[in-house]
């Protein structure tokens, strides 16, 4: 693994814990105190990010081998920074709604004398409308989200099968190859052996004729 790699990766996962108890205890402050918070944790939101561009440069140049599980693990780091932004916007969307709710209510108790309650009535559906498309753009998000890993799941799962079928055709290829070259050394030896009979049986023939001459002179004289 890239040593560069590494190092973005511990100042990421670093960087996501500190910001996670940021959330965490931001949820009990208030006021200044809060937004001063909230200001601090979109700044470390904008270093989480450039490390996660960091880290995606540095994966892609690396070779194939070691490129794909660095790009899974970015995957993860990326969901991670998407739940952590999402957390900021609950954190401060409620304070929108929270002093919404605010400014509701003191407009509310001002014109208390005019206000109907079918007035009251109509600004209590609004504001609960408000609260549920909240909610419905959120499941959005995470349905984005999950859609996204599986698709992600199925092209890693397509292209290791791509590579299986690839080295296959490589080893069939490699096997034809050493048929060919067995059937060339074969149709050699048999052409020798052919051969070699050839000479044999002419030798053969030539001593059977000079035995032959050889013994027609020795009954002759």
């Known amino acids: 693994m890239s ?3 590494e190092g973005y990766e511990r100042q990421y996962c670093e960087l996501s814990a500190n910001l996670s108890k940021k959330i ?3 949820t009990l402050l208030d006021g200044e105190q809060k937004k001063q918070k909230v200001s601090e944790i979109r700044d470390g939101l904008e270093d989480a990010v450039a490390l996660i561009h960091k880290m995606d440069l540095e994966a892609r140049s690396l070779p194939p081998s070691v490129k794909g599980a660095l790009l899974v693990k970015l995957r993860e780091y990326k969901t991670d920074l998407n739940n952590l932004k999402t957390e900021v916007k609950r954190i401060t969307s409620s304070n929108a709604n929270q002093a919404a709710r605010d400014e509701l209510l003191e407009s509310g108790m001002a014109d208390t004398m005019m206000a109907s309650a079918d007035q009251r009535g109509r600004l209590l559906m609004s504001t609960e409308r408000l609260n549920q498309s909240s909610d419905r753009i959120r499941e959005s998000r995470r349905t984005m989200l999950e859609t996204e890993e ?4 199925i092209l890693q799962d397509l292209h290791q099968q791509r590579q299986s079928l690839l080295h296959a055709h490589g080893t069939l290829h490699g096997v034809d190859d050493n048929i060919s070259r067995s059937k060339k050394i074969l149709t050699n030896m048999s052409r020798r052996m052919s051969r070699n009979k050839w000479i044999i049986g002419s030798i053969i023939a030539i001593l059977i004729v000079a ?3 050889i013994l027609y002179f020795k009954l002759t004289h």
């Open 3 to 5: 040593q560069v790699f």
């Open 150 to 153: 599986l698709g992600v799941s």
């Open 24 to 26: 965490t205890s931001t």
């Open 211 to 213: 035995i032959i001459l």
